[in-house]
């Protein structure tokens, strides 16, 4: 059974930075894409940025490129999301997903696309 468990959340001043980080276990990770996705109050849940299994190739949602590194320590079984230069636009439930078949484009990013979702935690960015 796959199990994603986030962290790294927090209360954050604008400029500011935070690292989450997703934990994964009961699948094998080597062969799965990981995203991270964001949900703000009252809004719906957008794709932020993806990792692919193969040759690690990444996506970022325009609007935090330049800003959020993806990454991923196939050893640990976990992927991280360096967030930099926080905006209080980033508040929200942070998510992982991971999904065996996806391969993350230059593209776009959707919550549809990943069967499988940890629990979240949350970021807020204070102005």
């Known amino acids: 059974e796959v199990h994603l468990v986030e962290s790294g959340g927090g209360l954050v001043q604008a400029g500011g930075s935070l690292r989450l980080s997703c934990a994964a276990s009961?699948?094998?990770?080597?062969?799965?894409?990981i995203g991270w996705f964001r949900q703000a109050p009252g809004k719906e849940r957008e794709g932020v940025s993806c990792?692919?299994?193969?040759?690690?190739?990444?996506y970022y949602a325009d609007s935090v490129k330049g800003r959020f590194t993806i990454s991923r320590d196939n050893a640990k079984n976990s992927v991280y999301l360096q967030m930099n230069s926080l905006q209080p636009a980033d508040t929200g439930v942070y998510y992982c997903?991971?999904?065996?078949?996806?391969?993350?484009?230059?593209?776009?990013?959707?919550?549809?696309?990943?069967?499988?979702w940890g629990q979240g935690t949350q970021v807020t960015v204070s102005s």
């Open positions: 990792i692919s299994s193969s040759d690690y190739k990444t």
């Open positions: 009961g699948f094998t990770f080597d062969d799965y894409a």
């Open positions: 997903a991971a999904d065996p078949d996806y391969y993350c484009s230059e593209y776009n990013l959707f919550p549809t696309d990943f069967g499988s």
